[in-house]
């Protein structure tokens, strides 16, 4: 079906040699040249633009962020993300300065779930096992059994004790493709992400017309008409190795637009049609793309904006996390 006035579709091809080995810019050295100097590790969402992505130590999803925080030997962590990944970084490395570039990158999923309703919910309905994604505050990690990513929640879901009731916060969509990979029922916090439900089934039909034989690859945060219509459904960092090794030359990639950035660059010779939305050819989420080249050069050179937290909520919220990177390591969840 032809929508009137629909966008045209977004087809970014292979980079060319000299895209692919464009050296960095002044303003990318003095970022490099700070790094140095102070010892830091740039930790870069698959959302953030492809500027930032280059200059980064390691781009990945939710979840192999979290390893890399827990993880590195750096005085710094600069967090090109958004807040609750700050915040998460912070939380594995209480001792490290964590620094956001634009504190005010935050999420709509996170939001959906404020600490004090899931409190009352809880108080409210006692007993339930709390599994929450891990796009939500520090203070509702503190209320949590257990966090999950969209690369693991599969695997962590599968781990939870059979008799157990489980609430799923804050994503509905998620916690629905989870609760049907694992057959586990779920109650599920009516939250969602504002930039993945904007896909539709009659967005994605419009450009699967185009390119037929193009693999649609689908974030679970879309809503389950959309994940219906995938060829796969899968976290960020699945969807480099699903591309790489399917035959295919051509993708379709619903979930947010940065994410083409990482695939251009590790999956060679191959094309990327950006998922749509009714009003544009791509699908930017407005937190993640706050985050720009300046700003990380700016907070590189003044140590801010810092996250900061009550010693008690990053006790609490530590336990869900930590059982999490536990959990999660005994295998690859992003296999
Ligand atoms: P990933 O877990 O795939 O990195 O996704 C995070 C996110 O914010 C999706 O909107
Ligand atoms: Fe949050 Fe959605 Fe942006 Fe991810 S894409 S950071 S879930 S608002």
Redesign the pocket.
């Known amino acids: 079906m032809t929508t009137p006035h629909a966008p045209a579709p977004l087809v970014f091809p292979p980079l060319d040699a000299t895209e692919a080995l464009r050296p960095p810019s002044p303003l990318q050295e003095e970022i490099l040249r700070l790094k140095r100097e102070r010892n830091a590790v740039i930790l870069a ?3 953030q633009v492809d500027e930032i992505q280059r200059v980064a130590d390691y781009t990945g ?3 192999g962020l979290s390893y890399k925080a827990a993880e590195t030997q750096a005085d710094i962590i600069v967090f090109c993300g ?1 807040h609750f990944m700050a915040e998460t970084a912070k939380i594995t490395n209480p001792g490290k300065t964590v620094i956001l570039p634009e504190m005010d990158a935050g ?1 709509s ?1 996170s939001d959906s779930c404020p600490a004090t309703q899931l409190a009352a919910y809880k108080e409210a309905n006692p007993g339930l096992y709390v599994v929450a994604y ?2 939500c505050s520090a203070e509702v990690k503190a209320l949590s059994d257990v966090i999950c ?3 693991n929640a599969v695997k962590i879901v599968s781990q939870i004790p059979a008799e157990r009731e489980i609430l799923f916060v804050p994503d509905q969509n998620l916690g629905q493709w989870v609760s049907r990979q694992t057959k586990r029922p779920m109650r599920l916090w009516p939250g969602s ?1 504002y ?2 439900v904007l896909y539709s089934v009659r967005n994605i039909e419009r450009v699967r017309a185009q390119f037929s034989n193009a693999p649609v690859v689908v ?1 679970p ?1 879309c809503i389950e008409a959309v994940r219906d219509m995938a060829d796969i459904v899968c ?3 699945k969807m480099i190795s699903y591309c790489r090794d399917n035959p295919a030359d051509t993708f379709i990639i619903v ?2 637009t940065g994410m083409i950035n990482r695939l251009r660059r590790e999956v060679p010779g191959k094309s990327f049609v950006a998922g749509p939305t009714d009003h544009c050819g791509c699908n930017d ?1 407005r937190f993640m793309k706050m985050n720009t080249l300046e700003k990380l050069r700016d907070s590189l050179a003044t140590l801010s904006p810092r996250i900061e937290m009550p010693a008690p909520v990053m006790d609490a919220a530590r336990i869900p996390i930590t059982r999490m990177l536990e959990w999660s390591r005994a295998g690859n969840a992003n296999a």
């Open positions: 969402h698959n959302y999803d939710s979840l958004v999420c999923l891990i796009n990513t969209s690369g992400c930039a993945h974030h945060e976290s960020t960092e979930t947010e989420c």
